[in-house]
């Protein structure tokens, strides 16, 4: 039967459904180690793989149906050995991280399964199940290994679920992977469960690959990477990584689309239909209300672009083209090609935190149509500059699904693109088609034939691409990526556009990784689809992380380690295995890869250098300290001296008290310290200043009739938890207003929904009488809607004048065009700015800090000082006196009233703490269960009878044990 030329008959769909089957397998252990350790294992089919490499050997010495459940539980155990020894190794590293340890993992455990035996990559010599019946569906042939898949599934499924559901350590495995933490207080092991889940992962995949191998024919190790891990993702994406059944349903309907669309259509076409329905799958999940912070990034040093960081490996690399032959220039101009291309990894994983594994998809497209164009006009410069906007332009239409959901969406969907676009697009008559002839490059009437000229060019435009992101990295662009990575949401509460920000960087990389295509694509005489695999994309990644992300330098580096030397030296299957376990044993052990190693060593060399010169010389500073500029250039962080001189410290909050440095905690036992309006600062001090009155957000603009906040009916849900339920009130200009109520009573929620971060089910926020409902995070914060977070975790890898300088974005905001080109102007308004508002507070000596090495205290003090320079008209705070001293509380309390009465800021507070919110608040709403239940004054809101059951759980006298007690309300 056939239905606008595809064949959807029986035969059709019956093969959809077996090959379906093997994807939901595979889908539902992607699924399950996921829920479990949060990530993708792109090991998971090479597990599987090995298992079946198990077999086949197993099976020439022992029966096959013993075989077949050894080879199983070997795999069980291989998953488990995984998670024990790479995963949980890399517990406190980003999960990014952990992603990328799996796809090295794959790689060496599939030469690992080519060692233990080949029949693991062939159908016809596959040993296949023996006792089971091969019969015919229409003219499908269903052989016994199909018919073993068609009744052993629904058993292995049936039994999954049984011991998911009803065994004890099935619970255990989904308590501990839903709620680690309450499970572990509950005494459940999670990481060994964690361990159990990845074990049945493992062994579900044996089973399906031991079942489908037999089935295909000849397999290469590429065939068994992206491709198969992208059908297998499409049911776990549509089933949101979260239900096992949903995956396994919705990968049989792959299985029938693929049969169904390959009828009429090519492999690569299948790609972008699977690639479309992952995208819409992604779009269609709902932003989850607040996001889990990353963890783990270390401060690294961004390389600034040092005039000797770029000239030495240039004249080191330009020398080279004198003495090598064309043969291995040509391997040197591959190298320059994928190290730019790693290095748009390093911007778009290391800097902005997101993996991407189809930068060779934008490589692929900057190549083609930069050779179309400089084909078609005669001019080279118009060829790279189409080729590098069309990289862009594809990185940001990939990136767009990944802007609301954080973590593996970019994974999944560049995933997608890269094999859409080797499979299809480049394919195209329009781009590659079969391949193109490359016109030679011609350089001031010089014509570019010879390989060795030709790498001279490349490493130009090597050149060209390294300045370019060094000076991203170092300037005010790197830092907003930084903080967007360390913590997203801190930085749009500082007024940082997350979307547009990460589409620019989205931009820049696939332009970045499109120059490596041009450098890749006019080296070759013919270009066609081959030299852009999809497989490249995960190459590109492995070469940022075996050079480290740290450094631009490491990309070169990665570069000749992963492309140079197989290139150049044979390396046969053991020297593969040896080398794709070199790079999985850089991931686990070398966080900052080659590269940190090498600079490390310069370093100890470069000092080694200067003492002996110091000693034989006598005194004088010798040049070859810049040395160790080879790898690092020098620290982005700009140093205080080279600053506009910043105003003297001022009287500030923490004046009076001893000082922040003296004491590991928050010291803001200031009061009685002179005004902050008095402070001569021209920062956040400086109500009266010209700056805070003319801004629209100052107290002294006209004020729209009614109250400042008016919140109205607002519902929200998550799942079945009704976090906040028709929560209506309002705030007057110029009041404290304190929020209080049991824990899970919403009241983080409702300020989620206050600040932008979470949507509403139902209801309306005005602010200033305009409805802000569908406002941003960043929009609100911009127009004086400012919060504060339970943790204050800002930006921990950030130092705390960088933090500031994020801050400063919102006066004096970084301009993509002039961080590469323009004048330091605005970087230098920024940093000023940073020190005044660090000045104020009395935080300028830990302007050098790292965020993650404070207390909570002080970074709670630094979290305020960032607030306040946004100049707020309303600030929510959530828990401010959370970790500090009772002391400190006490002083809280005076800058809460300061900040209202000297810098005119309303404030709206969730605290624990009564005796402090009696102290300061005009009124207090109570919350429980989402809604509000009392709203006056303190003392009326402390009395009332619900509070006093929910919040108190007793009477009153609770509240004069819940801390000091209460003091007179101003
Ligand atoms: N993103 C989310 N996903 C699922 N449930 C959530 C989410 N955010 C909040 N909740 C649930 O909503 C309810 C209210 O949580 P919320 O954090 O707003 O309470 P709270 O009053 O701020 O508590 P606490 O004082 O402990 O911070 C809780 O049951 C919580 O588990």
């Known amino acids: 039967m056939s239905l606008a030329g595809f064949d959807v008959g029986l035969d059709r769909i019956a093969v959809g459904l077996f090959t379906g089957m093997a994807y939901g397998l595979l889908a539902v252990g992607l699924v399950l180690v996921y829920r479990s350790s949060r990530f993708i294992n792109f090991a998971h089919g090479a597990i599987g793989v090995f298992g079946a490499a198990v077999l086949a050997r197993l099976a020439t010495g022992v029966p096959y149906w013993l075989a077949f459940p050894l080879a199983i539980a070997v795999a069980g155990l291989l998953a488990a050995g995984t998670e024990a020894v790479v995963v949980r190794r890399l517990a406190g590293r980003p999960r990014v991280i952990g992603m990328i340890a799996t796809l090295g993992l794959a790689q060496f455990i599939l030469v690992m399964a080519l060692l233990v035996s080949r029949d693991s990559f062939s159908g016809a010599t596959y040993p296949k199940p023996p006792g089971l019946p091969s019969f015919h569906i229409g003219t499908t042939a269903v052989g016994s290994s199909l018919t073993a898949m068609l009744l052993l599934t629904p058993v292995l499924l049936g039994s999954l679920g049984l011991f998911l559901n009803r065994t004890r350590f099935g619970i255990a495995i989904r308590a501990a992977a839903d709620h680690p933490d309450a499970a572990t207080i509950n005494g459940v092991a999670a990481p060994r469960m964690a361990g159990l889940a990845w074990a049945v992962a493992g ?101 600034a672009p040092s005039r000797l960081g770029l000239v030495a490996p240039a004249l080191g690399g330009v020398g080279l083209a004198y003495v090598v032959s064309n043969a291995t220039a040509s391997v040197l101009t591959e190298i320059c090609g994928y190290a730019l291309v790693g290095m748009s990894v390093i911007l778009v994983t290391g800097v902005a935190g997101e993996l991407s594994l189809g930068q060779f998809a934008f490589a692929g497209i900057g190549a083609a149509v930069s050779v179309r164009v400089a084909a078609a006009s005669g001019n080279l410069f118009l060829g790279i500059l189409a080729g590098c906007a069309a990289g862009a332009l594809a990185a940001v239409l990939v990136g767009i699904p990944a802007l609301r959901l954080r973590g593996v969406a970019l994974g999944v969907t560049t995933l997608a693109f890269a094999l859409a676009t080797s499979g299809w697009l480049l ?17 001031r009437g010089y014509i570019v034939s010879v390989a060795t000229d ?44 997350a979307p547009l920000r990460k589409l620019q960087a989205y931009a820049v990389c696939g332009a970045l990784a499109a120059l490596g295509g041009v450098v890749i694509g006019f080296g070759q005489p013919q270009l066609s689809v081959n030299s852009f695999p999809a497989s490249a994309s995960i190459d590109a ?68 250098l200067r003492r002996v010169v110091a000693t034989t010389a006598g005194a004088g500073r010798p040049r070859i300290a810049r040395l ?30 001893p000082s922040l440095a003296a004491s590991p905690s928050l010291s803001l036992a200031a009061s009685p310290s002179p005004s902050l309006a008095a402070s001569p600062s021209p920062s956040l001090a ?97 127009a004086g809607l400012v919060r504060s ?28 065009a002039a961080d590469v080109l323009g004048p330091p102007e605005a970087a230098h308004a920024r940093l000023a700015s940073a020190d005044r508002a660090l000045a104020a507070m009395d935080l300028a000596h830990l302007a050098d800090r790292p965020v993650g090495e404070l207390s909570t205290g002080t970074r709670r003090l630094a979290e305020i000082c960032c607030l306040l320079a946004l100049e707020p008209r309303l600030l929510l705070l959530d828990e401010p006196s959370s970790g500090l001293t009772q002391a400190d509380g006490a002083a809280l309390g005076d800058l809460l009233l300061r900040i209202r009465s000297e810098l005119g800021i309303t404030v709206l507070v969730i605290e624990h703490d009564l005796p402090l919110l009696s102290r300061v608040a005009d009124r207090l709403i109570a919350m429980d269960a989402g809604r509000v239940i009392a709203d006056g004054r ?33």
């Open 203 to 303: 062994g579900v995949a044996a089973f399906s690959a031991i079942l489908l191998t037999p089935t295909q024919g000849v397999q290469s190790i590429d065939s068994l990477g992206p491709e198969l891990l992208l059908r297998g993702l499409a049911g776990a994406v549509i089933a949101r990584m979260a239900s096992l059944p949903i995956a396994f349903v919705a990968s049989l309907g792959v299985g029938v689309l693929e049969q169904i669309l390959l009828s009429g259509q090519t492999r690569g076409f299948v790609d972008v239909v699977l690639g479309v329905a992952i995208l819409i799958a992604l779009l269609r999940q709902r932003s989850p209300g607040r996001r889990a912070v990353e963890v783990g990034w270390t401060r690294s040093p961004a390389s």
């Open 427 to 443: 394919r195209q008559p329009w781009l590659l088609g079969d391949g193109v002839t490359t016109p030679y490059p011609v350089w």
């Open 454 to 497: 030709y790498y001279l060019f490349a490493l130009l435009l090597l050149g060209v691409g390294w300045w370019v992101t060094a000076r991203l990295r170092a300037g005010g662009f790197g830092r907003l990526l930084l903080a967007l990575r360390d913590n997203e949401e801190a930085a749009r509460a500082l007024t940082v556009a």
């Open 541 to 608: 990644v492995a070469i940022a992380v075996v050079g480290g992300m740290a450094r631009n330098g490491g990309a070169l580096l990665g570069s000749i380690v992963i492309v140079g030397i197989p290139a150049l030296v044979p390396l046969g299957i053991p020297g593969q295995a040896l080398l794709t376990l070199g790079w999985l044993l850089v991931v686990l052990l070398l966080p900052d890869g080659l590269g940190g190693v090498l600079s490390g060593a310069l370093h100890r060399f470069t000092g080694w």
């Open 628 to 657: 160790t500029d080879l790898m690092d250039g020098p620290d982005a962080s700009p140093a205080p001296t080279s600053l506009p001189a910043s105003p003297p410290a001022l009287p500030s909050v923490a004046a009076a008290s």
């Open 686 to 782: 400086a109500s009266p200043s010209p700056s805070l009155a003319a801004s629209p957000s100052s107290p002294a603009a006209a004020l729209p009739a009614g109250p400042l906040l008016r919140v109205a009916g607002v519902r929200r849900s998550f799942g079945g938890v009704r976090a906040v339920d028709q929560a209506t009130l309002e705030v007057a200009e110029g009041e404290i207003v304190g929020i209080i109520g049991p824990n899970g009573a919403g009241k983080t929620t409702l300020f989620e929904i206050l600040a932008g971060f979470t949507a509403v089910d139902a209801g309306t926020v005005h602010y200033r009488g305009r409805a802000i409902t569908g406002w941003t995070p960043e929009r609100r914060a911009r």
């Open 789 to 816: 977070f339970q943790d204050a975790r800002l930006f921990p890898a950030m130092t705390v004048r960088e933090t500031a300088m994020v801050a400063a974005e919102r006066e004096f905001p970084t301009r993509l």
């Open 938 to 970: 303190p003392d009326e809101v402390r009395a009332h009878p619900d509070v006093v059951l929910s919040y108190l759980g007793t009477d009153e006298a609770a509240v004069a044990r819940s801390g000091a007690p209460p003091l007179e309300v101003p």
